[in-house]
């Protein structure tokens, strides 16, 4: 099964992205416990039922008072602290004590911060003149009972499962989490540890895509690595096809007779595309498989970089927009050219290094020899510069646009 169409043509990154989008579905939704949300996307609105503070609260310690009474040194009538609700009512020419967080004693209607007062075997004076309602939460300040706290697309962040905590559910409703499968093939690769045989080198892609589906709250259900043979690499797309929401193979998809994977595909699967117009990544395939075409497959090009490139501009919005997220593609910024640089053919991912100028604009400068082979081109930078082709070079001090790298996700 294989569409041949657009097989062979050159895409512009954001067409494969369009199309990539278009068989791209949201994953069922599970019910997960509050402790394990971080990160996961909320499928539901939330509602606030209660008002948040439910009663006017402290918000400093300090001494709970009537703000127009003019008494110079007020009694105290006692100790109101968080968590309980005394008996005891604030008058004039009285005081009580108070902690952050503590329900305001009936009566009172401010409260003075404690290095304001001095206290004294009598009582307290204070040292200024209180303003009614000064250090309150008034109640439903933070939230209103009906308030649509959360909606759905959310992710959940420490706020935002914070929130659902206070508001006392003990889960969410969220995507679950996609299972993806990696596999790096070719018959040069050796496991991390092992000696390096005659012409062999270590297989880097498969850690380094793991690592990169680290921070997207996906399963890993498999990562392994197989020799360039039809039977192996077969026998691992159907049996990952089967049970993957999404295949990420390295190497064997350009133009050489051991490129088996872009074959396999298309036994395999429905290829949508091959080839987009960029540097790094240029020969990367997408195709759909399994039952409704469900299963989506992404073969990255063997080189470490250019495996990377097409993860960080295809893979990883595709991973977020499965679950729902809303805002999946990385932020882009304007920023200023460091140095001259040549065109080429498309578009270029620059790996550039950030630095805040003198005058105060993000400048971009590349991290060094940028060969797709160079992992450590990767290493220091902050963005991937985005360089459109055209007729002209690019001259120091021209803006241009970068995909924002997190540090971490
Ligand atoms: P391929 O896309 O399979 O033709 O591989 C392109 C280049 O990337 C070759 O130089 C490979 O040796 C190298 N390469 C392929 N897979 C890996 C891997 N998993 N780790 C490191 N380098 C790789
Ligand atoms: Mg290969």
Known sequence: MSTVNSLDRLLEPTEATTIIRMHTTLLPTERVRLIEL???????????????????????????????????????????????????????????????????????????????????????RIGEVPRAGQNIRPVGSDLRRGDRVLVAGTVLTPAAVGLLASLGK???????????????????????????????????????????????????????????????????????????????????????????IKGLFVELATVHFRQVRMRPGKPFTFATAGPQGKTLLFGLPGNPVSGLVGFAVFVRPTLLAMQGHQQSDRPQARVRLAHDLTPIDRIDYLRVALRRADDGVLEAASTGPQQSSRLASFIGADALAIIPPRDTPYAAGEMIDALLLGTVA
């Open 170 to 260: 003990t889960d969410g409703l969220v995507t679950r989490r996609p299972r993806v499968s990696v596999l790096a093939t070719g018959d040069e690769l050796v496991e991390p540890g092992k000696p390096l045989g005659p012409g062999q080198i270590r297989d880097s892609n498969r850690f380094a895509l793991v690592a990169a589906l680290a921070p997207l709250g996906v399963t890993v259900s498999y990562a392994g690595l197989a020799p360039d043979t039809d039977d192996a690499q077969r026998s691992f797309l159907i049996e990952r096809i089967a049970d993957s929401d999404v295949v990420i193979t390295s190497g064997g998809v350009s133009m050489g007779r051991k490129d088996l």
């Open 38 to 124: 971080a990160g996961r996307i909320l499928m539901e609105d939330v509602i606030s039922d209660e008002d948040q503070p439910p009663f006017p609260a402290a918000t400093m310690d300090g001494y709970a008072v009537i703000a127009d009474d003019t008494t110079s040194v007020r009694r105290i009538v006692g100790d109101q602290f968080a968590g309980t609700i005394e008996a005891f009512h604030v008058e004039r020419g009285t005081a009580a004590y108070i902690t952050t967080g503590a329900p305001l004693p009936l009566g009172a209607d401010a409260v003075v911060q404690i290095e304001r007062m001095i206290e004294t075997v009598e009582g307290v």
